[in-house]
């Protein structure tokens, strides 16, 4: 069992920074995959970015290339969202997302997630 906590969400002017991290607990955080997704009010919940157990290997979502980065440090169970340039469409609560196959691949679909934290809201104001 991994439980994750989100933080770092808040409200940012478009352009601006934000960097989301989640916390694991567990002495197993190293062999999870990990994913971050986004739920904006109306729509289905939407892959961001994931990393592999790893960290050999990171996959974006078309509309964060170039702009937001993951990154996992396994020495303090916590993986991070740096997002820059951010827009107001990306307005949304971040969830992060805990994978335990150990693929080499990153997941897009959230159903191949098995544990999940609550969320933290971000809101870009134009």
């Known amino acids: 069992q991994v439980q994750l906590v989100e933080s770092g969400g808040g409200l940012v002017q478009a352009g601006g920074s934000l960097r989301l991290s989640c916390a694991a607990s567990?002495?197993?955080?190293?062999?999870?995959?990990m994913g971050w997704f986004r739920q904006a009010p109306g729509k289905e919940r939407e892959f961001v970015a994931g990393?592999?157990?790893?960290?050999?290997?990171?996959y974006y979502a078309d509309f964060v290339k170039g702009r937001f980065t993951i990154s996992r440090d396994n020495a303090k169970n916590t993986v991070y969202l740096q997002m820059n340039s951010l827009k107001p469409e990306d307005t949304a609560v971040y969830y992060c997302?805990?994978?335990?196959?150990?693929?080499?691949?990153?997941?897009?679909?959230?159903?191949?997630?098995?544990?999940w934290g609550q969320g933290t809201q971000v809101t870009v104001s134009s």
């Open positions: 997302a805990a994978d335990r196959g150990r693929s080499t691949i990153v997941k897009t679909f959230p159903a191949e997630y098995d544990y």
């Open positions: 567990g002495r197993t955080f190293n062999m999870y995959a």
């Open positions: 990393i592999t157990w790893s960290g050999g290997s990171t």
